[in-house]
């Protein structure tokens, strides 16, 4: 009684492989210093249990509505950003509409309009990356999908789309979500459009910025589509110690994470530096906090040669435009030392 859609769906997929250096996920390497640790232990020790979060995470939002310069009503909270992509996936235009974004890009999007049964309007990216909007626009007049999903920057090919382009595509009159997961270390936004517009919404997340294991994302948009957005949301979607611990980190420690995204964007660089200068391997620039390259070698055996030198990276290589690419997260100085020694031996073992 499944049904087909769902039964032709592939489960989710996500790194297993044991590694002493993991860079594939895209968190940051944030380690909490003891004291930071007792702290968090007390406040959640405090929560009852038994107890029904508080539903609307009054508490959290007002942390977070100081933090983005918005008010609680532009602010719908997800279990992470990837249940906001499911809401509106279900929430914008009827079902016989289709869902519009580039590709390669994050796999949510594609996964919860195949849940959905929604039309999927798939356009390859350009040779730089880019959006391609000959491309896209023509996509749109023979589909007229009503939702785009943009990626800003792009997982997993690291950079911001010409903000124009992104224009273009929501002058056609589709929705446009702008995931913004990444923003930390792109600094840039379409936050004033989501306020004003009704076109026009952010998602944002606490994942990329220290606090993956919480599951907290944020859609901000205009009072009344938020409004809108919270009427389906599950009521208690945000646990009660992900409410207790996202409030402490964002305010008491919140200096422990920026010096950890200030770092990041250093070694994300140097890394960049370090990659453009490595005899076959090719680079591409990024607003992220990882960096997509490409060798000249089969992607699965570099993994691999990788792998065995103890660290673990991201093979995108089965993605359309990505041949022989593999993706690597923006660890601590001596994590990112460590890929680059573990890459020129591996580079050094095909030849
Ligand atoms: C990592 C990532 C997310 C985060 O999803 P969460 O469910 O909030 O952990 C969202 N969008 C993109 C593009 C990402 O790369």
């Known amino acids: 009684m499944i049904s087909d859609r769902i039964k032709k769906l592939s489960p989710y997929k996500t790194e297993t492989a044991q590694a002493k250096i993991r860079l594939s996920s895209n968190e940051l390497p944030l380690h909490l210093p003891e004291d930071v640790r007792i702290r968090i232990a007390?406040?959640?020790?405090?929560?009852?249990?038994?107890?029904?979060?508080?539903?609307n995470a009054s508490e959290l939002k007002e942390?977070?509505?100081?933090?983005?310069?918005v008010k609680e009503e532009n602010i719908v909270l997800g279990n992470g950003s990837d249940e906001l992509i499911y809401y509106l996936s279900v929430a914008v235009g009827e079902p016989?509409?289709?869902?519009?974004?580039?590709?390669p890009t994050f796999p949510m999007y594609e996964i919860s309009a195949k849940v959905f049964g929604r039309e999927r309007v798939e356009v390859p990216l350009d040779e730089?990356?880019?959006i391609d909007l000959p491309l896209s626009l023509n996509a749109i007049k023979t589909h007229s999908p009503v939702l785009a999903f943009i990626s800003y920057p792009n997982n997993p090919t690291g950079m911001c789309f010409t903000q124009s382009k992104i224009e273009s595509i929501r002058q056609e009159g589709l929705f446009t979500v702008i995931d913004e997961a990444y923003f930390h270390f792109s600094k840039k936004t379409f936050l004033e459009d989501a306020i004003k517009r009704e076109d026009t919404v952010v998602l944002r997340t606490l994942s990329k910025i220290g606090m993956a294991g919480l599951r907290v994302g944020i859609?901000?948009?205009?009072?009344?589509?938020?409004?809108?957005?919270?009427?389906?949301?599950?009521?208690?979607?945000?646990?009660?110690p992900s409410q207790v611990i996202a409030r402490l980190m964002l305010t008491e420690f919140y200096p422990l994470i920026e010096e950890?995204?200030?770092?990041?964007?250093?070694?994300?660089?140097?890394?960049?530096?370090?990659?453009?200068?490595?005899?076959?391997?090719?680079?591409?620039?990024?607003?992220?906090?990882?960096?997509?390259?490409?060798s000249n070698f089969p992607a699965e055996r570099l993994y691999k040669e990788l792998l065995v030198r103890g660290v673990l990276v991201r093979n995108v290589s089965y993605?359309?435009?990505?041949?022989?690419?593999?993706?690597?997260?923006?660890g601590l100085p001596q994590e990112n030392d460590a890929f680059l020694e573990a890459l020129e031996d591996s580079l050094k073992s095909f030849t």
């Open 63 to 69: 942390v977070l509505s100081e933090h983005l310069k």
């Open 219 to 240: 859609l901000i948009a205009k009072e009344e589509i938020a409004y809108e957005i919270n009427k389906m949301r599950l009521p208690f979607n945000i646990t009660y």
């Open 96 to 103: 016989n509409r289709g869902v519009f974004y580039p590709v």
């Open 260 to 294: 950890s995204i200030n770092t990041v964007i250093k070694e994300r660089d140097r890394l960049f530096g370090e990659l453009s200068q490595m005899e076959g391997i090719e680079v591409f620039p990024s607003d992220a906090n990882f960096i997509l390259f490409r």
């Open 128 to 130: 730089n990356m880019d």
């Open 42 to 55: 007390q406040e959640v020790s405090k929560i009852p249990i038994n107890k029904y979060p508080d539903p």
């Open 319 to 330: 993605l359309p435009r990505l041949e022989r690419c593999l993706r690597v997260s923006v």
